[in-house]
């Protein structure tokens, strides 16, 4: 993403989800942690729950999935997380945000350290997820003048509303990939400010599509195409506030 003085970031994830194919051992979260301890110092673990949808000639289903553990390995500051799953690993940063050229070695680590421990037959899901929290100031605001990804209302509808939330999907490589963008109100830090959710996600939408060997390369495509999106979706305007002195 592009470096700014006080950027919006609140959390940055790369996430990958390794094939059924793929031999997991219950230590390899064990594993990590001790080639990697003295980064990551902090361990936990967390209870995950998964509601899965099914969607049928009969209608929508939703499935409970059995609850997943998953190991957490943290830097002191606890900004810097890994987080290993039965074939998942989660790579993430919370805000401050680094920067790519900080946030990017940190993935490459994991994943390759990862492939220490197993050999990572293919690979269902690989996302880069950014999320930013934008507040600018004014209870209210003129979208436009921020946003060029802001909601349309039709002359015949209220201009003025309290919440919203628009998204889209936009396909690459084929529909290989997808990128989604989602915009949302929400509770500013300061009540004097508006606030706004941005997220971007880039994920792989057709399984072992990338190979293992090149997914550090797809991560590197994925930011580059987020970063454009996420320039993409702001003014010249909103750009002045995030190098703004505070």
Request: charged letters at 25%; aromatic letters at 10%; a negative charge.
């Amino acid at each position: 993403m592009t470096q700014y003085r006080n950027p919006p970031i609140i959390e940055a994830v790369c996430e990958f989800r390794f094939s059924p194919e793929t031999k997991w051992d219950p230590t390899i979260p064990g594993l990590v942690y001790g080639k990697l301890k003295s980064e990551f110092p902090i361990r936990e673990s967390k209870l995950e729950q998964e509601i899965e949808m099914q969607v049928d000639d009969t209608g929508v289903r939703h499935r409970i999935k059995t609850p997943s553990k998953k190991a957490v390995i943290l830097t002191n500051d606890r900004k810097s997380l890994l987080q290993i799953g039965d074939r998942i690993l989660s790579v993430n940063h919370l805000k401050p945000y680094p920067g790519w050229e900080s946030f990017k070695p940190k993935i490459h680590q994991a994943f390759n350290t990862i492939k220490e421990f197993t050999d990572i037959e293919g690979i269902d899901r690989a996302a880069l997820l950014y999320i930013d929290k934008i507040e600018i100031p004014g209870s209210t605001v003129v979208m436009e003048e921020y946003f060029q990804f802001s909601p349309s209302l039709g002359s015949s509808l209220p201009q003025n509303f309290i919440n919203f939330l628009i998204g889209c999907e936009f396909p690459y490589s084929n529909k290989r990939d997808i990128c989604k963008l989602q915009l949302t109100s929400a509770i500013p830090d300061n009540p004097n400010n508006s606030a706004f959710i941005l997220t971007t996600e880039y994920y792989l939408a057709q399984k072992n599509t990338v190979s293992p060997d090149a997914a550090l390369d797809w991560v590197e495509e994925a930011h580059n195409i987020v970063r454009d999106q996420f320039k993409g979706c702001i003014t010249p305007k909103l750009e002045d506030l995030f190098n703004k002195e505070v």
